[in-house]
């Protein structure tokens, strides 16, 4: 069995700000720091060796990393464990699960990941921008954990592993199952702040988290978005919804929410990512 990590950088230990996860060329307008982003993406790198690490040990044949962070080019190459391979880069149609369709791949751990919209004491916590308020499944608010999951599921492969903060945790078992093997390297105290564990033991426990993770690929199931769902976003502001209705399919569903039928989870991908480059405009000259 092979292994995709989709490695997200706002759940990683000792991360707290924006700042810490921009890179220079970030498009958020934000002021960047060059070196608070280059140590974030140092850690972010080795807790994705330590699931590296525990994949193997626990019978991985093969692990796959896809960068999954803002451009998508946060990993340090030259730091990877030599073992794996990785995608990098942007435009790739499964964006954050790109390589779930690839032959082989049995499991999908996330790394580093972060709680949905409008959690309380979740660093960071936001759903794919900081402009979408929720997401719902058949009126069900989920994250990128549960839109991910979708995707993956779309080709038959489980989430098994989620680490992050402690709220990314409970919600992503919440949503997909206790069967899912949770680490929580920090515990939320606000939108911008947490107490950490060292990022030494964080990585110590992301080992042995992804070494269980392996044998619970066995007994877990993909997540499988019924075909008759019922997809809602609700964004921050009217306008937003105006553009989204642009996207065949996708209707009006009030003030500032639209809902869509994707069917499976790739529809949901491509249906999702067009409403989210539609509805990204600018909101004021
Ligand atoms: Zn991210």
Known sequence: ??????????????VVSWVRVMPPEGT?????SQTEYERARLRMTREVNAAIEGALAGGAEE?????SHDGMRNLIPEELHPACRFISGNDKLLGMMQG??????????????HARAGTPAAPLAHTWT??????????????????????????????????GDDKAVAQTREFLGDQIVGVAVKEGISTFAAL????ARAIALIRDGAYQAVAAAALASPYI????????????????????????????AGERTVAFRPGDGLQLCRTFRAVM?????????
């Open 277 to 285: 480059k539609l509805a990204g405009i600018r909101m004021s000259p």
């Open 1 to 14: 069995m092979k292994v995709l990590i989709s490695a997200d950088m706002e759940g990683t230990c000792g």
């Open 225 to 252: 978005l019924d075909s008759g769902a019922t997809v809602e976003l609700d964004f921050d502001h009217q306008a937003r919804a105006d553009q989204a209705v642009l996207c065949p399919g996708v209707e009006r």
């Open 100 to 113: 779930a369709d690839l032959a082989g791949v049995g499991a999908v751990f996330y790394t580093g990941y």
């Open 28 to 32: 958020a307008g934000e002021p960047t």
């Open 130 to 163: 900081d402009w979408l308020n929720d997401v719902r499944f058949d009126g069900m608010s989920t994250g990128e954990f549960g839109i991910n999951a979708a995707i993956a599921g779309h080709y038959g492969v489980p989430v098994t592993l989620v680490t």
């Open 63 to 67: 692990v796959i990393v896809n960068d």
């Open 196 to 199: 950490h564990l060292h990022p």
